[in-house]
């Protein structure tokens, strides 16, 4: 059976992803809002905003965790979209005739997803050091790093897996990401948490976007990274549990 499920999952992975490569448009999109937010609040606000008690060096060094995370988040919009799009044109309906595993046809958006992601971080990122960004992260942090990125996708991909299947509208698959877009606004992505007032800075603390940021921000710049990498690991397995639970249970009652 895992075996079947990896087959049928490869090759219907291979269909999602050959539609990317004809609309290669979709990644930079999704790769355009983070930078252009990554350019202004570096060379507009970064002025004001960073101060020499700030951790990390130069203001790039310091918010590129959070815009790895939108970059994420504007990302997954588009696995909701293009599952609404299979479940209305009956794509869905004529693959589950076929003799293949039924969890394949999700999971081919998931692994799409984390395909579609890692080339708009890979953008990000050269964007990034062309503005300045420097790490001295060893080979290790580093995997470490793109091992963290990509759990966070899978877990948000599972989440946009429920409206992809039952919104009634392309819009409605995709408005979910906005509030995940707006998410490390309220953490320590663009400023410390103690910054802020006290019941937004005890939301700020007690969120995920906040330890998976302070993770990856201390990867790279080789800093221990403490007891905060357990704690964003366990945000995002929790997560990627209950998204997955919850995208099954409405597979089966949106296919039945």
Request: hydrophobic share 50%; charged share 10%; with cysteine.
């Amino acid at each position: 059976m895992t075996t079947h499920l990896i087959g049928d999952t490869a090759i219907l992975t291979g269909r999602s992803l050959r539609h990317i490569t004809r609309s290669l448009d979709t990644i930079i999109t999704t790769a355009l809002t983070p930078i252009a937010l990554m350019l202004l609040f570096v060379y507009v606000f970064g002025g004001a905003i960073h101060s020499p008690s700030m951790p990390g060096g130069s203001y790039v060094d310091y918010l590129l965790p959070g815009i790895l995370l939108i970059t994420i988040a504007s990302g997954i919009s588009y696995t909701g979209f293009r599952l609404f799009m299979d479940m209305r044109s009956g794509m869905t309906e004529r693959l589950r005739s076929l003799p293949i595993a039924r969890p394949s046809v999700l999971w081919a958006h998931v692994v799409t997803s984390l395909v579609g992601n890692a080339l708009s971080l890979v953008i990000v990122v050269l964007v990034a050091l062309a503005m300045g960004f420097r790490s001295g992260a060893s080979v290790l942090a580093w995997l470490a790093i793109a091992g963290m990125l990509m759990l966070f996708t899978l877990a948000l991909t599972w989440i946009a897996v429920i409206p992809g299947l039952a919104a009634n509208s392309p819009d409605g698959a995709s408005a979910f990401a906005y509030p995940l877009i707006l998410l490390p606004f309220i953490s320590s992505a663009f400023v410390p948490t103690d910054t802020m007032p006290g019941p937004v800075r005890a939301f700020a603390e007690h969120q995920p976007v906040t330890s998976i940021v302070d993770t990856i921000r201390d990867l790279y710049a080789g800093q221990p990274v403490g007891s905060g990498i357990w704690i964003a690991l366990a945000w995002c397995v929790g997560i990627t549990v209950a998204a997955y639970a919850g995208a099954m249970v409405t597979y089966r009652r949106k296919t039945r």
